[in-house]
């Protein structure tokens, strides 16, 4: 479920320095120019825990040509008319374009760029969806409503218990968002009074949270100020603006209105059956629109934006061609159309696919693993972000899921954890889920620096970022060495990747905070490492000849 980014605010690290082995590695506020590439760069060489991507340009690549190779993402529309994205765009040459025919016969008319299963031929697509546990209250509260547990035959409980559970999960956010209104009006209310209470002291209304601190101890017995003071502090910290709830404020209304009413009819745009996964072709070509849920501009920026046109942003290779296949929208990914995007990003070609999403209920997980064995069967690596939820994905799944009684079924899924730039208790983004079961590895996710829409430029995070990133080093594995496997390339990344002896701050099952070694938080136990991933990849490769 989409509604909770935007609680996502940014922070950096206060300044000091942490020892890493033999490394004195860099804790410090970052410069712009550090900020806004960190991670690209290298442990040793830059003391800043990237994927060290500069140096493998640098030390292996610049001699080397790749061949092109296709990254499905499959996320909500893409802005493709971006200066940085336009020119890493997919197409289709089996297609022509606008002439309403399906020419390369692949059941999909007009298909230059990719697909959006979330639209319909009069141009029209889907903004906002239910959340999965609102589909569950669906189908399910017809059979359990007003029931009580001990009335409930031995056959049903699994039902039934599910069906409680998305109930106590529907209510629980709709709180959440109501609670969210509240406190975005009050604190509307209350910002221009602190600003002007400030303004008193600090007529330019410029300040830093040092100087606010130390206005704050010449108050010691004044409430009011100290609120004012530690209500713009906050603001400062978080970033927090009256533009940002003044924007989310009436798309949290929306949500309410759609994403989590059950009356809400999802799917009457489209026009198709969501519980009948052999109906594949609906939709529409147009992978580009206003939507008011972003977020395909900000995955495919880190994944492939030009490297060398000196504007932007440098992706992680420029051998990457994006192909959009829009299955998300505000709200949760329905399992057809997640079904639907594998099977048509691996039929038109893509060798990886990016999935920066996830939810905690499925309906059809059947399907869903039937499509991620249809790419390992067709030697297509999938990459996943881990979720945003700060929490273990070994104790509550967190959809899609590869593993069926507890037992692995395929080997090309890779799900991604984020980290940050600090080298200290904090090297995992707070938002991050983990596993040493169900995540595989971590990558940067947190203060990146990326595409946004309009041919601008935004920082962002999650493990939405940590996942294009890695689906990136995966791409430009499979680029220059492509006689490994998807399996293979997946056992590179894992096994290549950059270990830190280090305790991280992570939140328990009962929310409190611990202590716990990185190396536990996943299966690798390691950060994604491009350099060395280039260096194992050229030895699997030499001896797979």
Do not use: C
Request: a negative charge.
């Amino acid at each position: 479920m989409k509604l909770k980014t935007i609680f996502f605010f940014f922070s950096i690290p206060l300044l000091n320095y942490a020892q890493a082995g033999n490394v004195i590695t860099k804790q410090q506020e970052l410069s712009e120019h550090e900020l806004k590439n960190w991670y690209h760069k290298d442990l040793k060489e830059d003391t800043i825990p990237g994927i060290s991507l500069d140096k493998a340009y640098k030390e292996l690549l610049s001699n080397k040509k790749g061949k092109e190779i296709i990254v499905a993402v499959l996320d909500t529309k893409l802005d493709i008319h971006h200066e940085d994205i336009k020119q890493q765009l997919w197409l289709n040459t089996d297609e022509i374009a606008n002439n309403g025919i399906d020419d390369d016969q692949n059941g999909y008319i007009d298909d230059i760029h990719g697909w959006d299963f979330l639209g319909n031929t009069k141009g029209e697509y889907l903004k906002y969806e239910n959340t999965e546990a609102v589909r569950i209250l669906r189908k399910y509260t017809p059979l359990f409503k007003d029931k009580a547990p001990e009335t409930i035959s031995q056959d049903q409980k699994e039902l039934y218990e599910l069906y409680s559970k998305a109930k106590k999960r529907v209510n629980d956010v709709i709180q959440e968002e109501e609670d969210f209104i509240k406190y975005a009006k009050n604190w509307l209310e209350v910002y221009p009074k602190a600003k002007g209470y400030l303004n008193t002291f600090f007529p330019k209304n410029k300040y830093k949270i040092s100087q606010l601190d130390s206005l704050s101890n010449t108050k010691p017995s004044d409430s009011l100020a100290k609120a004012h003071i530690q209500f713009i502090k906050r603001a400062i910290t978080y970033e927090l603006t009256p533009e940002f709830y003044e924007k989310y404020i009436p798309e949290t209304q929306e949500a309410l209105k759609t994403v989590l009413n059950v009356d809400y009819k999802e799917r009457e745009l489209i026009g198709d059956n969501p519980n009948d996964n052999k109906d594949l072709n609906y939709g529409y070509n147009q992978v580009y629109g206003d939507v008011p849920f972003q977020h395909s501009i900000v995955v495919s920026g880190v994944l492939a934006a030009t490297r060398n046109n000196n504007i932007g942003i440098k992706g992680v290779s420029d051998n990457i061609k994006i192909m959009p296949v829009v299955m998300v929208a505000s709200g949760d990914e329905h399992d057809k159309d997640i079904v639907s995007a594998i099977r048509y990003a691996v039929d038109n070609g893509a060798k990886v696919i990016n999935m920066s999403w996830g939810k905690d209920f499925s309906l059809h997980k059947d399907w869903v693993q039937d499509a991620m064995k249809y790419a390992e069967k067709n030697d297509v690596l999938l990459v996943a972000g881990g979720g945003n939820d700060g929490r273990s994905n070994d104790t509550k799944d967190f959809f899609p899921i590869d593993y069926k009684n507890d037992k692995e079924i395929i080997d090309n899924y890779i799900v991604v954890g984020a980290t940050t730039h600090a080298l200290d208790k904090n090297l995992v983004a707070f938002f991050s889920n983990y596993g040493k079961k169900n995540v595989d590895v971590f990558a940067p996710g947190e203060k990146i620096y990326t595409t946004d829409i309009n041919n601008k430029y935004e920082f962002s995070r999650g493990t939405s970022i940590a996942s294009p990133i890695t689906a990136g080093v995966a791409a430009l594995i499979r680029s220059y060495y492509p006689n490994l496997s998807a399996s293979q390339v997946k056992k590179v990344i894992l096994e290549s990747g950059t270990s830190y002896d280090i305790d991280v701050e992570i939140t328990g099952q009962n929310g409190e905070k611990k202590l716990i070694p990185f190396s536990e938080l996943s299966k690798s136990g390691k950060i994604v490492n491009a350099y060395n991933a280039l260096l194992l990849a050229e030895k699997m490769s030499k001896n797979k000849k």
